[in-house]
């Protein structure tokens, strides 16, 4: 039997396109204010049995290799989104893996930083030819802007959104094909689903996407949105996801500081 034992079914599932258009225009959905899971609090999640470490937090975190301004260490997410996690490592257990979480709920001042500064400089440096509106586009790409009032939170301000992965419980985690937060189409969740060139497609592919099946089928299955355009971003209650899955609303709006 695998050493993934029933979770391998996942492995061979092929991750599906995403929708027409994606994500695209997800902050123009309504959010539920009034609803009872917009009075979740925001909650430790290692108080529920998920780990993990915030990327931006600490020095060691290519490609920035350098603590980002604003960045706190603790990682918290909505109670919602919180206990799906905790059911997506029980099922893990199984196999002796387990989720490992990047970054969840996250502080403008490091949306502001990436979106503003960092990604847009580093694509002048590589694409000196786009125009002021590509270089936005591409930068929304990967990078919500910041949070531009109460009808428009960025995602991970909600407590819905995380990035993560996942990994063996002694350590050492899944090969997921790119780094985490990179910003090109290597990162793009079925990227390896749509790979034709026999020659070019490796065992390395070959196991980056079995194993980015594994994690979107997991998520879903839980409940998750997955954002198509980061194999590790997923949402559950904020705009994105209502997107994504064709909900009348977003049941988070922005949270407060924890």
Sequence with gaps: MSVFGALAA???????????????????????????????????????????????????????????????????????????????????????????????????????????????????????????????????????????????PSPHSTGGAVDLTVRWRDGDPLWMGSLFDDASPLAHTDRFETETDEEAFSFSNEEARANRRLLYWLMVEAGFASNPSEWWHFSFGDQMWAKLRDEPAALYAGAEAP
């Design 10 to 152: 996942l492995r061979d599932k092929p991750i599906p396109p995403p929708p027409t258009g994606g994500a695209r225009g997800y902050r123009e959905l309504p959010i539920a204010f009034g609803g009872a899971a917009n009075k979740e609090p925001l909650v430790a999640l290692n108080e529920y049995g998920v780990r993990g470490e915030n990327f931006y937090a600490q020095p060691r975190n290519p490609p920035y290799y350098q603590t980002i301004p604003g960045s706190i260490t603790t990682l918290c997410a909505r109670e919602g989104a919180a206990s799906r996690l905790r059911d997506v490592n029980t099922r893990l257990a199984e196999a002796q893996l387990e989720l490992f979480i990047f970054d969840a709920w996250r502080p403008q001042a490091v949306q502001a930083f990436f979106h503003d500064r960092w990604l847009p400089a580093e694509l002048r440096k590589r694409k000196p030819h786009l125009s002021d509106a590509e270089l936005a586009a591409e930068v929304t790409n990967y990078w919500a802007a910041p949070s531009s009032g109460a009808d428009a």
